[in-house]
């Protein structure tokens, strides 16, 4: 027997087992430790996967008889024995457990010179898992008993640390593989800016490796524009206040290519860390995008065609009366030209009204939101699907007196109802009514898309599209924003995709309900800006005294143009070619205009390159420009002070714009 004072060192035990690398390896060195200090023999036991038995995993001697009574540990407490030299003998409690029965085995064990022993379990703190059982030839020493409970109680601990160890292991692996395999990129940043997490996904996006990232930092590499690098930097910077966010910015790639990215960010509270780290995820929607686009352009095309019977019906109608009235005013007495001329001029301003709606169709990217009369917007654009539609469907279009402005592009609220009225057309089918409304309404916490800037604490404006149809089904809320989706046999998809959009650009909300048929509400923010300037207002911008400079190559613009500046003040000189201006700029003691009125495409020059030529001849007065272009779509170069008027315009219009630019170049 060993030595009754032997003890192990527990610290250094614990060193011994760290270096065990699993479960097995840490039973076995455990057993040859016990066996070649406290005892003469011991073995380990685990429990199988049945959870009814237990197996060997690793012994030192340990004969079959207390082999065979350790395997027959149940509970949670263990027990230890002893084999009296009269050949009976005792089971002890010392460990809290039943006393032992079972003469016959007690007897084997003396057989096999075996004096004391006990079995231990090895728990999790709950159950059993395993058993260590040790025996030597001498007495039952109550202290050593102690001494091994706590050494078992150590191995235990340290299958413990090894499980959680191996467990980390595979949650490791586990996640690694998973980011490894993802499309997404997945990013971990903290707030001071070290990089916990950077995926490969990440770098197949950006182009950048994470060495580049951690040197030079994120938004410096892919937000390359200052101005749109510190929109986004406030956007990150508001995470952890507004619990996350999810938006689209526009990345650059390290090749210089860029792609349009949704990126999904919130905080996350980590252990060690004082304050939340940002994780974000990064998906690419750059084909996405580029589909819907062709899916927006489509569908537009589509409207068009449906819209180009209507427009040249009632375009005709309009030239009808211009040409009607001008052969009249002609022949007429001088009585009645002041009529005549008040028809003509309400007749053209209907058919720029239709031009303006067929360029609105045609450049549906650029947004720019005035103060719009909602009532007005939608009467127009009811009076321009309704012929298009059955003659069984009725559209009725209703709004209260002296409502409000809101803020929005005109164009683009007028694709989204078109999109919105043709769903209901074709939902109604050939017979069935449509309603179209319009009031101040608060925002609903019913909303299923909402800008990223919308502000609830503004006042909003509702656009209601309600129909007689069968409504929304389950399948069709589900894939409300597809593109392609459609529930009808016949149909081209819900056209959503441009409501969307326009509910994203213009600080909105959109709403979804079934009520007795389909409605679908558009929220818009209340305009601050008023319709129409008072009458004093339009007065004080509209007159002045400096020099204005035109140059249009159309004689009856220019006529046109020239007459309302100078009835409002201004000193105008009109030029009908480039050449007839150049000549001018030229001329000895000539006094350099103050403003230049320049039309932008002529017969025989672009008129940025007009400009240019003007400013190397040492004009330097800034310019209105006038096209029925838009003027994104006009080729100017930017960085110059200008203003922009598109034709047609009131005499007001221009009288404003050029009292305008020019108190902007005083100021």
């Given at each position: ?86 050949r ?8 809290a ?27 999790d ?22 001494h ?5 109680a ?44 950077y ?25 390359p ?90 375009f ?31 007749a ?42 059955p ?72 656009i ?19 593109d ?64 204005l ?24 000189r ?94």
């Open positions: 027997m060993k030595s009754e004072s032997s003890r192990l060192d527990l610290p250094g035990v614990m060193r011994a087992l760290q270096s065990c690398r699993s479960s097995e390896a840490l039973l076995t060195r455990a057993v040859e430790l016990v066996a070649g200090t406290l005892a003469d023999c011991a073995s380990a036991f685990r429990l199988t996967p049945d959870g009814r038995s237990f197996t060997r995993v690793a012994t030192a001697g340990l004969p079959p008889a207390i082999e065979a009574i350790s395997r027959t540990l149940t509970s949670t407490e263990g027990y230890a024995f002893e084999v009296l030299r009269t009976r003998h005792r089971a002890t409690d010392l460990l457990s039943p006393y032992l029965d079972g003469s016959a085995t007690l007897q084997d064990a003396a057989a096999a010179g075996i004096g004391s022993g006990a079995s231990y379990p090895l728990t703190g709950e159950r059993a898992w395993g058993v260590f059982g040790v025996a030597w030839s001498g007495g039952l020493d109550p202290a050593l008993v102690e091994l409970a706590e050494l078992v150590l191995i235990s601990l340290m299958e413990d640390r090894l499980r959680a160890h191996e467990a980390a292991a595979r949650s490791q692996a586990l996640m690694e593989a998973t980011l490894d395999a993802v499309d997404q990129g997945v990013m971990c940043v903290t707030q001071a800016g070290d990089y916990l997490l995926n490969p996904a990440m770098k197949t996006l950006s182009g950048w490796e994470l060495e580049d990232v951690e040197r030079r930092g994120w938004p410096n590499l892919v937000y524009d200052p101005v749109y690098r510190a929109h986004v930097m406030a956007t990150i910077r508001s995470t952890v206040e507004r619990n996350g966010y999810t938006t689209e910015w526009t990345l650059t790639r390290r090749d210089g290519d860029t792609r349009q990215v949704q990126v999904s960010s919130r905080p996350v509270s980590l252990p060690g860390e004082e304050q939340p780290v940002l994780l974000g995820t990064f998906t690419d929607l750059t084909a996405q995008r580029a589909a819907q686009r062709s899916v927006v352009q489509e569908q537009n095309l589509r409207t068009l065609g449906r819209l180009v019977g209507s427009v040249a019906h009632d005709n109608n309009t030239l009808a009366a211009i040409c009607g009235h001008a052969e009249l005013l002609v022949s007429d007495d001088a009585d009645e030209e002041r009529h005549r001329a008040g028809v003509i001029l309400e053209a301003r209907r058919g720029a009204a239709l031009t303006d709606r067929m360029l609105a169709l045609a450049n549906p990217g650029q947004v720019r939101p005035v103060a719009l009369d909602l009532d007005e917007e939608l009467r127009a654009v009811c009076e321009l699907v309704s012929t298009t539609m003659e069984g469907v009725r559209l009725r279009v209703g709004a209260p007196q002296h409502l409000p402005p809101a803020d929005a592009d005109p164009g683009q609220l007028q694709q989204a109802l078109l999109n919105l009225l043709a769903n209901a057309s074709e939902a109604v089918g050939a017979d069935g009514e449509i309603r179209v409304t319009v009031d101040e309404a608060p925002l609903p916490d019913t909303l299923i898309l909402r800008a990223l800037d919308l502000d609830p604490t503004e006042r909003h404006l509702r209601t599209v309600r129909d007689d149809g069968p409504g929304f089904s389950d399948r069709a809320r589900e894939h409300l924003f597809e392609f989706f459609t529930e009808k046999p016949a149909g081209h998809g819900m056209g959503l995709t441009i409501v969307r959009g326009f509910v994203t650009t213009h600080r909105g909300g959109l709403a979804i309900r079934n009520d007795r048929g389909a409605v679908v509400e558009l929220y818009l923010p209340m305009s601050q800006r008023s319709l129409v300037p008072d009458a004093e207002e339009r007065g004080q911008q509209s007159r002045g005294s400096e020099r400079w035109i140059l249009d190559d159309e004689v009856a613009l220019l006529e046109y143009v020239s007459i309302v500046l100078s009835r409002r003040g201004y000193a105008v009109a030029f009908n070619t480039v050449g007839e201006l150049v000549e001018a700029v030229g001329a000895p003691d000539v006094d350099l205009p103050q403003l230049l009125v320049l039309n932008i495409v002529l017969p025989t020059h672009h008129g940025g390159e007009v400009l240019r030529d003007l400013r190397r001849r040492g004009v330097t007065a800034p310019v209105l420009w006038m096209s029925g272009y838009t003027l994104e779509t006009a080729g100017l170069e930017e960085g110059e002070p200008a203003g922009f008027l598109h034709k047609p315009f009131t005499g007001d219009e221009l009288a404003r714009s050029v009292r305008e630019l020019l108190d902007r170049r005083v100021g």
